[in-house]
């Protein structure tokens, strides 16, 4: 069935380092989400990226989208306490209507300082 | 505005027990979808509501049902309670474009629910 993947599942950085994650799928997304889900939290929308190999950007995280739209990135430069959360990719659900996502088990970021 | 609100926040049933969350989205927002969360499964889509008809369903067992109404406002039931529904169910609402698809989705805080 259809599987969205994230690696690594988890990532430990000094404060100021970088940190990227990668999501793939095994299908062609129309688009593509992420979202932060801090400890104790609920997720929240970061962005949604649409064309293949789509570049946006967010202060310090840089997110892409690839050419093939199977496979998209999150990089944050320079780690800031604050960055500490879990990170999930999300993609439509099959070839459904409406909204139902299918996550990846996501990328959880400890950050020290 | 107000964000989409969960109630109970935490609930705490017994095995053979049935359960309904509940779900007031966004004001404007006319799909509400329901996740369940867990350490070992991550986020899993349960179902879709739509102008309070179904439009998805996830791959969970028939014990898990839901419903919308014409507020938008949406329910979840989960009846004859398993240890394994021990999760948290989180609802969300987006706002739903014609023609450009579904924006992000708005999450709720969530409800925590134990089964003992």
């Known amino acids: 069935g259809q599987q969205v993947m994230q690696i690594p599942q988890y990532q430990h950085v000094q404060e100021g380092e970088d940190f990227t994650t990668y999501c793939n799928s095994s299908?062609?997304?129309?688009?593509i989400q992420w979202y932060k889900q801090r400890p104790g939290g609920h997720p929240v929308f970061l962005i949604q990226?649409?064309?293949?190999?789509e570049v946006k950007k967010q202060k310090r995280l840089t997110f892409q989208f690839g050419e093939a739209k199977k496979n998209s990135s999150l990089h944050i430069t320079a780690t800031q306490t604050t960055d500490v959360g879990t990170y999930f990719c999300?993609?439509?659900?099959?070839?459904?209507?409406?909204?139902?996502?299918?996550f990846g088990k996501g990328t959880t970021l400890s950050v020290s300082s | 505005k107000a964000g989409v609100t969960q109630t109970p926040r935490y609930l705490i049933k017994t095995r053979g027990q049935q359960v309904t969350l509940s779900c007031s989205p966004i004001?404007?927002?006319?799909?509400v979808s329901w996740y369940q969360q867990t350490p070992g499964q991550g986020l899993q889509f349960l179902f879709e509501?739509?102008?309070?008809?179904?439009?998805n369903k996830g791959n969970f067992p028939g014990r898990f049902s839901g419903r919308q109404f014409s507020n938008s406002r949406s329910e979840m039931n989960v009846s004859t309670l398993e240890l394994g529904d021990s999760a948290l169910y989180l609802c969300?609402?987006?706002?739903?474009?014609?023609?450009?698809?579904?924006?992000?989705?708005?999450f709720g805080s969530g409800t925590r629910l134990t089964v003992v």
């Open positions: 299908t062609t997304l129309s688009n």
């Open positions: 990226l649409v064309k293949s190999g």
């Open positions: 969300a609402s987006s706002l739903v474009s014609p023609g450009q698809g579904a924006y992000g989705y708005t």
């Open positions: 999300a993609g439509p659900r099959g070839n459904q209507a409406g909204t139902a996502l299918i």
């Open positions: 004001s404007g927002h006319r799909s």
């Open positions: 509501y739509f102008s309070e008809t179904q439009r």
